[in-house]
């Protein structure tokens, strides 16, 4: 009953934009299945997505759990990095730390609010950045980081845009864990090849 009568008030305007969501939410997933790079899938995103949610700047932080740091694998617009990839944030130091420890999104909606964490203070003088949300990167199988926009106006985020990038987050989730499961086990696999390589060095010296 409860969803017949949303139906019955929602108004044109909110009926193009539900299918607009609905059209780009596709679009995610054939280019989450066109690109096997990360980059390369995140500019592509940075393209598309603010066709419903105004960004300029799209960012993707992995957790490192051998460090327990927050590393930028991507933060930039779709033509290029703001920040070189590689910069390490502690876990309880900023906002991409919170939310992957809390799975919880967050909407920093000013500088001033930004300030809490000096490093994200830092970024976002050097980025231009006025505002910016962060939304857990989380698969069912495990927590993997947190993905991030920016935008240059303040309060640029409320929650109803929170949670269409929510439905994008947990599709590009995906994308991203069969992305490191490929790269640990192509990095399995250069191990095993290193120790084949000394085990027959060792046969032929002996």
């Known amino acids: 009953m409860q969803v017949l009568e949303k139906s019955l008030t929602t108004t044109p305007e909110e009926l193009a934009r539900n ?9 995610v997933s054939e280019a989450i299945a066109t690109h ?13 997505l603010p066709a419903i949610v105004p960004f300029e ?8 759990p051998e460090k327990n740091v927050m ?11 703001s920040i ?3 910069l390490e944030v502690p876990v309880d130091a900023s906002f991409s730390g919170q939310v992957f420890t809390t ?13 809490r964490f000096p490093t994200t203070a830092s970024l ?21 980081g947190a993905m991030g926009f920016g935008s240059l106006r303040p309060r640029a985020f409320n929650a109803s845009e929170l949670e269409f990038l929510d439905l994008v987050v947990q599709q590009v989730a995906v994308a991203v864990d069969n992305v490191l499961h490929e790269e ?11 120790e084949r390589d000394r085990l027959r060095l060792l046969l032929e010296v002996n």
Do not use: N, Y
């Open 19 to 27: 299918s607009d969501q609905l059209r780009l939410l596709i679009e």
């Open 36 to 48: 096997r790079d990360l980059t390369t899938l995140f500019r592509d995103l940075a393209k598309r």
């Open 57 to 64: 700047l799209i960012a993707l932080f992995l957790h490192d």
């Open 84 to 86: 070189p990839p590689g």
């Open 71 to 81: 590393r930028v694998h991507m933060l930039g617009s779709a033509e290029a990095d």
């Open 124 to 144: 976002v003088k050097d980025t231009g950045v006025e505002s910016f949300c962060m939304l857990p990167l989380t698969t069912t199988v495990r927590p993997l």
């Open 103 to 115: 799975q919880q999104s967050v909407i920093v909606s000013s500088k001033g609010e930004a300030a």
């Open 184 to 194: 640990s086990v192509q990095t399995a696999q250069q191990a095993l090849t290193r």
